[in-house]
């Protein structure tokens, strides 16, 4: 069976700080990764998504993400974080069906 | 191009009342999900479409829920009779295919079952 592990369920952070958001997956398929933003009363709109090719992905609002095959892991980073990117962010897999992780928080602080 | 629009965005009900919601995908989107949010955890499927039979449904608690896509377009939720435990976000999504074609998300129903 597939799943999506998001290790860290809150991730306070300053402004302007580095962060990295942890996903791992479990699945003996192939799959298909993304990750995915909800800003608060709103739906989830896609950041990036990990389809075959480079495993370096690259994303909107300055998001980038890394596929580790042997790690089975998809990580999310930004170099530099903003008020605005105060969110929750959510790790995802595709076979035949989306299947979302538990979330993270990202709570950006002054 | 138009996003999913899905209606109503609140809905707040007593339990054992019924409640539906509804669904208009993206304009020729042949896959249309719907996913239920609990508050704190990420979103789980519980029925999916390709046009308008259901490809997914063993998620769909089938004694309270139920769900149509009539004519392969717009499509209907509904509970009947409500939980407590049904108070969530319902999202409705849709995709030209699923997989690589990635998924458009409406804004969501939130319900609360008082």
């Known amino acids: 069976a597939q799943s999506v592990t998001q290790l860290d369920s809150q991730v306070p952070v300053f402004e302007e700080a580095p962060v990295e958001l942890r996903c791992n997956y479990s699945?003996?398929?192939?799959?298909?990764l993304f990750w995915y933003v909800q800003y608060p009363n709103q739906g989830l709109q896609l950041l990036l998504k990990?389809?075959?090719?480079?495993?370096l992905v690259k994303g909107i609002n300055g998001f980038e993400a890394e596929f580790n095959k042997s790690q089975t892991s998809f990580h999310l980073r930004k170099p530099s974080v903003h008020i605005s990117d105060t969110a929750e962010y959510f790790c995802?897999?595709?076979?035949?069906?989306?299947?979302f992780g538990t979330g993270t928080r990202l709570q950006v602080f002054p | 191009e138009a996003g999913v629009a899905q209606s109503p965005r609140y809905k707040i009900i007593e339990k054992r009342q019924s409640v539906a919601f509804w669904c208009n995908p993206i304009?020729?989107?042949?896959?249309l999900y719907w996913y239920q949010q609990i508050l704190g955890q990420g979103p789980k499927l519980l029925i999916q479409?390709?046009?308008?039979?259901?490809?997914?449904d063993s998620q769909l608690p089938k004694d309270r829920f139920s769900a149509e896509r009539l004519k392969g377009v717009d499509s209907t939720l509904k509970i009947q009779p409500a939980k407590l435990e049904d108070s969530a976000v319902y999202l409705c999504?849709?995709?030209f295919g699923g997989g690589s074609y990635g998924y458009t998300f409406g804004s969501g129903t939130r319900l609360t079952v008082v």
């Open positions: 699945s003996s398929v192939s799959v298909y």
């Open positions: 995802a897999l595709n076979t035949d069906k989306l299947i």
């Open positions: 990990y389809l075959s090719g480079s495993t």
């Open positions: 304009s020729g989107h042949a896959t």
């Open positions: 999504a849709s995709s």
């Open positions: 479409f390709q046009n308008n039979g259901v490809v997914d």
